[in-house]
């Protein structure tokens, strides 16, 4: 049974890899972003959306990390 979920594990990530590369592969158009006057090099689209995802999974865990600490010294001044 663990190689059984090992194997899925594996075939998940390949399926997801897979996906990524060809999302890159599809989004090759370059594109550049403004944001409050402020103008990006031109890059692949793809870059964009990558970079967004790399970023929201650091900053969810440590705000997930952040609001644990907060509440577990609410509870121990209680």
Do not use: C, D
Not at 8 to 20: H, P, Q, T
Not at 24 to 41: D, H, Y
Request: glycine share 6%.
């Amino acid at each position: 049974m663990r190689n059984f979920k090992r194997a899925m594990l594996v075939v998940l990530a390949l399926i997801v890899l897979f996906g990524v590369v060809v999302f890159i592969l599809e989004n090759q158009q370059p594109t550049s972003l403004m944001f409050m006057g402020w103008r990006s090099a031109e890059l692949p689209a793809s870059l964009f959306f990558i970079a967004a995802l790399l970023i929201g999974m650091v900053i969810g865990p440590v705000m997930g990390f952040v609001a644990y600490r907060r509440k577990a010294a609410r509870l121990k001044h209680n």
